[in-house]
């Protein structure tokens, strides 16, 4: 069983930056793929990043390439989420979740384990 706890969102101006963490419970989170999800009102769950269980193999949404990044440290059970040059779009609860697979996945039924969510709110 892996528990996740999101921390780090908030609001801020657009253009401005926010980094998300992710600490998860458990010996084995160093062989779980990581993943940020977003959702937005009114709109269906989406990907946002993932990284797989090295760190070594990143991927993105096209809607965030070049302004997010997603790390990992594995020495503290934590995954983040660097959020530069942040749009009114952002706008969302973001999730962290966790795989199983330690690779990366881009579809929310790919992941076992689920956050509680932190609130991003980009104003214009």
């Known amino acids: 069983q892996v528990q996740l706890v999101e921390s780090g969102g908030g609001l801020v101006q657009a253009g401005g930056s926010l980094r998300l963490s992710c600490a998860a419970s458990?010996?084995?989170?160093?062989?779980?793929?990581m993943g940020w999800f977003r959702q937005a009102p009114g709109k269906e769950r989406e990907f946002v990043a993932a990284?797989?269980?090295?760190?070594?193999?990143?991927t993105y949404a096209d809607s965030v390439k070049g302004r997010f990044t997603i790390s990992r440290d594995n020495a503290k059970n934590t995954v983040y989420l660097q959020m530069n040059s942040l749009k009114p779009e952002d706008t969302a609860v973001y999730y962290c979740?966790?795989?199983?697979?330690?690779?990366?996945?881009?579809?929310?039924?790919?992941?076992?384990?689920w956050g509680q969510g932190t609130q991003v709110t980009v104003s214009s």
């Open positions: 458990g010996r084995t989170f160093s062989s779980y793929g």
């Open positions: 979740a966790a795989a199983r697979v330690g690779g990366t996945r881009s579809h929310s039924y790919e992941y076992d384990y």
């Open positions: 990284i797989s269980w090295s760190g070594g193999i990143t």
